[in-house]
């Protein structure tokens, strides 16, 4: 079995305080047995982007690996866990991505996930900060398992999914800042179908409280490789969840419904439009 920890938090406007919480719950989460920790969208700072075009916010950023990355680093190691968490990346002057650095159990940095759909949208104004990322869909091989990530808007596009699945993906970290309660049942159709078409685990991982007129709801969750809801966290309260898998049950649900097995890959290519009879 593989414990993993969904560290559904809120965030103040003190990056520091926000920070040291996050190694608290690493601490912990290792404490009990959890040998990957995921952390919600721009996990240790307010989700700036409700604000529009204000230039002032790209100060957050920082390097991937810097200063935030070489802590969770240090914190991985001693505690012998794995994390994904997600930062205001600042790749060079005037390039920023939203990232998720993928960090195995021994301090390794194992590399990075660049948000690559960017939503623009009320209270998500997300083309001024963000650039799409370059799409490399990478899966990372870390003591927990195999990983892949689909940081929020990106879990809506199942070509990206997709992808990582054929890659080898077995648990998708989705780190997440969502709001609408009356949306929330899609949302977790959205990943128990996407569990259940491609037979990984799916791990969303939402933030909580009230940031300006945006409150962040909670209610993380992960499906099965059967697209099954197997643990949900609290609404709308921090909680540090803990879900034990089962990574064999990957092959078992392959061995009855094999869906990878039984793509025709040769017929999906470039979509052309028709001639209308």
Not at 12 to 21: L, P, Q, S, Y
Not at 83 to 103: K, L, M, Q, T
Not at 166 to 177: K, N
Not at 198 to 216: I, K, L, P
Request: hydrophobic share 45%.
């Amino acid at each position: 079995m593989t414990r993993i920890a969904l560290a559904q938090t809120t965030s103040g406007t003190d990056r520091e305080a926000n920070v040291v919480a996050a190694l608290r719950l690493i601490a912990d989460a290792a404490q009990q047995g959890a040998s990957l920790i995921c952390f919600p969208e721009m996990g240790f700072d307010r989700f700036f982007p409700q604000h529009r075009a204000d230039p002032r916010f790209f100060d957050l950023a920082e390097p991937v690996p810097g200063p935030t990355v070489e802590r969770l680093r240090s914190a991985a190691r001693e505690a012998g866990i794995a994390i994904v968490a997600n930062i205001f990346e600042r790749a060079a002057p005037g390039v920023y991505y939203d990232c998720s650095p993928v960090i195995d159990a021994d301090g390794t940095l194992l590399g990075r996930t660049r948000m690559v759909h960017i939503a623009e949208a009320p209270q998500f104004n997300e083309k001024f900060y963000y650039r799409p990322g370059p799409g490399e869909f990478s899966v990372f091989s870390a003591r927990a398992g195999k990983l892949g990530v689909a940081i929020c808007y990106d879990r809506h596009y199942p070509e990206q999914l997709r992808i990582l699945a054929l890659r080898g993906c077995e648990i998708l970290l989705v780190p997440l800042a969502a709001t609408s309660r009356e949306q929330w049942a899609m949302f977790e159709m959205e990943l128990q179908v996407a569990s259940f078409q491609n037979q990984f685990f799916s791990v969303v991982v939402n933030r909580v409280g009230h940031e300006g007129d945006m409150e962040f709801i909670g209610r993380s969750f992960v499906t099965d490789p059967w697209g099954k809801v197997i643990a949900r966290a609290a609404d709308g309260v921090p909680e540090l969840l803990l879900v034990d898998i089962d990574l064999d049950e990957i092959d078992r649900a392959r061995r009855v419904i094999p869906h990878l097995r039984d793509r025709r890959a040769e017929l999906y290519g470039p979509i052309t439009q028709t001639q209308s009879q």
